[in-house]
């Protein structure tokens, strides 16, 4: 009954900014690692970020770094990304999702997934 639910996407221009939302439900949320995942047009899953259970650690796609801020509210149930001067190549379905363990930096170990939120950065 794991439920993840993204909010926020739209379109913007290059440059601009986006803060994407995950509303969780089901699981005890303060107790999980938490990811971002994206898809882009024509490409496979890749992963993006990752917050350990208190929030105050933080993982990064070389791809993002420096661009895009996760953060979590535990009393909300809900993850956050931030993600700033953005580029085309961000265009993507982003998904939140529930990783197996503090290790998976990658789609292939995340145990759930959102039904994804769709960004696209165009001029």
Same mark, same amino acid.
């Given at each position: 009954?794991?439920?993840?639910? !993204?909010?926020?996407? %739209?379109?913007?221009?290059?440059?601009?900014?986006?803060?994407?939302?995950?509303?969780?439900?089901?699981?005890?949320?303060?107790? &999980? &690692?938490?990811?971002? =995942?994206?898809?882009?047009?024509?490409?496979?899953? !890749?992963?993006?970020?990752?917050? *350990?259970? %208190? %929030? !105050?650690?933080?993982?990064?796609?070389?791809?993002?770094?420096?661009?895009?801020?996760?953060?979590?509210? *535990?009393?909300? *149930?809900?993850? &956050?990304?931030?993600? *700033?001067?953005?580029?085309? !190549?961000?265009?993507?379905?982003? &998904? $939140?999702?529930?990783?197996?363990?503090?290790? $998976? =930096?990658?789609?292939? $170990?995340?145990?759930?997934?959102?039904? %994804?939120?769709?960004?696209?950065?165009?001029?």
């Amino acid at each position: 009954q794991v439920q993840l639910v !993204e909010s926020g996407g %739209g379109l913007v221009q290059p440059g601009g900014s986006l803060r994407l939302s995950c509303a969780a439900s089901g699981f005890t949320f303060s107790s &999980y &690692y938490m990811s971002w =995942v994206r898809q882009a047009p024509g490409k496979g899953p !890749e992963w993006v970020s990752s917050i *350990n259970r %208190g %929030g !105050e650690r933080t993982r990064y796609a070389d791809s993002v770094k420096g661009r895009f801020t996760i953060s979590r509210d *535990n009393a909300k *149930n809900t993850l &956050y990304l931030q993600m *700033n001067s953005l580029k085309p !190549e961000d265009t993507a379905l982003y &998904y $939140c999702a529930l990783p197996q363990g503090a290790m $998976c =930096v990658s789609p292939l $170990c995340m145990d759930y997934w959102g039904q %994804g939120t769709q960004v696209t950065v165009s001029s």
